[in-house]
């Protein structure tokens, strides 16, 4: 009877994530992970073949986990302006409650190697962008959005805005203010109206 693995992928990748939240993508070694994990280096080349994969999977892993949040509360209220003071809110309210992966995302994909990715890597974070782009057109469409003004406005309202709400205190390592996300409630309601 075979042994069960002493070190699983999620702690591999919660690694990564602490390594990329405090040095960036290039803090993400495999031998850095291994060390952060207590593993042998064997043990993560185990999970991953290397070094991109690795990235691709801590990238794709902390994106889809925020997409999911994300369009469940773009796509679970009926009220469109509900829906989306609700959705600027989920964006800051996530980053508070998860700030190394919102640090992570900070960078972009690009950052994590995604010109090499696998077409299976570069399929996932595709698809998660296209659900989470329709659910948006949807959204605007719903706000009464008429043309490609009105569309800018609704994402910079759901998207800009509340990045730029948490960049600050992400990229300086200072927590996020109490009122955080009443204000970037507030704001995206007044560029909506």
């Given at each position: 009877m075979a042994r069960p693995p002493r070190f699983d992928t999620d702690q591999f990748l919660d690694a990564a994530v602490r390594l990329a939240a405090e040095g960036g993508p290039?803090?993400?070694t495999m031998s850095a992970v291994a060390q952060a994990v207590g593993a042998p280096s064997g043990s993560v080349y185990h999970r991953f073949a290397?070094?991109?994969?690795?990235?691709?999977?801590?990238?794709?892993?902390?994106v889809e986990r925020f997409?999911?949040?994300?369009?469940?509360?773009?796509?679970g209220e009926p009220d469109a302006h509900r829906a989306a003071r609700?959705?600027?809110r989920h964006v800051v309210a996530w980053c508070r409650e998860n700030p190394d992966e919102a640090a992570l995302l900070l960078y972009g994909a690009?950052?994590?190697g995604r010109a090499d990715w696998t077409k299976e890597h570069?399929?996932?974070?595709?698809?998660?962008?296209?659900?989470?782009?329709?659910a948006l057109g949807r959204l605007a469409e719903a706000l009464g959005a008429r043309d490609e003004q009105d569309r800018d406005r609704v994402a910079l309202a759901l998207v800009d805005l509340p990045l730029t709400v948490v960049r600050r205190h992400l990229r300086s390592?200072?927590?996020?203010p109490p009122?955080?996300?009443d204000l970037t409630e507030q704001c995206t309601a007044a560029l909506l109206t």
């Open positions: 290039s803090a993400v290397g070094r991109t994969a690795l990235l691709a999977e801590v990238w794709l892993r902390t997409q999911a949040g994300y369009l469940a509360v773009l796509t609700a959705a600027s690009a950052d994590f570069a399929e996932r974070a595709d698809s998660g962008n296209r659900r989470v782009f329709a390592g200072t927590p996020l009122h955080a996300e």
